[in-house]
């Protein structure tokens, strides 16, 4: 395997030139194969692909970013890590990132917008391919990184922008298929307990909440942080201020769980008294007492999707317009 430098008698790592006289082709014919960037022929393919793996041919990542302008590397930008929902989507992007040959930087903003920024700044110094990214804040604050040519992808999240894509789970079918079942149920005093920092030009699923709720049927929205501390204040209000409600839809399945322990000890019978659903389905929603209902997002899929929609943004095609994923209510005992 690889050469050998004349100067020792030892070996170097294989180069290009090394496959592309195995193989008897030209050196952009090999750079063609290994970058996938066609105009070759399948035999051709395979003949280069056969050399890459028997002188064990490493491409040059150094080289390729002097003349891409590109680090063969992409950003994911999460607000947190404590909620399981977030490790799982950081899981679906490294995949994703893996299979196209990509290494993966990651950073947490910890709900700071003012950190976001600054990591995207840092993130912008290093000509990374892309980003991905669960967003917080503004989504102006996002552009002045897109005018200057990066491109991101995202989540549950639309930018509008030429050098931006969004992948979406389909909340608003899984926030309407909740309320839905809240009110065959039986439930007439709706709450939702929603994240307080959420701004106001992406609330999509109290928009969705709101706009679900039929006529007859009393709501109400309660503002919290979106943890599981915040759901326990979220029921504190709720028992305070809003005795008579009989269901709740939470914004994430950490913020349901915790209203859920301030409900069950102050007496309240769930699902009896009050049924609660909640939203992500995360591995530990199924494995509470008594079980979470929820709306099941795959993370994992979110993650993997986004990679693929960073790749076609690099191509430099039309405009791509939001890619939707399915959500499912999935009903356990606590609904």
Known sequence: MGGVDERYGTRRPSTLHDVAARVGVSARTVSRVVNDEGGFSEATRQ?????????????????????????????????????????????????????AGLMVLLSMSNGDHTR???????LEGHHLNGVVAFPIGRLDELRPFLDRGMLMVTVDTVV??????AV?????????AAVNHLTQRGCRHLAMISHGDEPTDRRRRVNAFVESVPGGVTHVVIEADATMAGGQRGAEI???????VDGIFAYNDMMAIGAMQVLQTAGR?????IAIIGCDDIQVAAGVFPSLSTIRID??????????LLRELEVGSAPLPPRRLPAQLVLRQSA
């Open 47 to 99: 003949r280069v692909l056969d050399a890459v793996a028997d002188l064990a041919y490493r491409p040059n990542v150094h080289a390729r970013q002097l003349i891409s302008g590109r680090s063969g590397s992409i950003g994911f930008l999460a607000p947190t890590l404590a909620d399981p929902f977030f490790p799982e989507l950081a899981e679906g992007v490294q995949r994703a990132a893996q299979a």
């Open 116 to 122: 976001q920024s600054e990591i995207l700044s840092e």
């Open 160 to 165: 509008p922008h030429p050098n931006a894509a």
């Open 168 to 176: 979406l789970a389909d909340l608003e079918g899984g926030t309407h």
């Open 238 to 244: 709720i028992l305070e201020s809003h005795p008579h």
């Open 269 to 273: 019978s769930i699902p009896h008294d």
């Open 299 to 308: 993370p994992i899929l979110l993650g993997v999707e986004a990679v693929q």
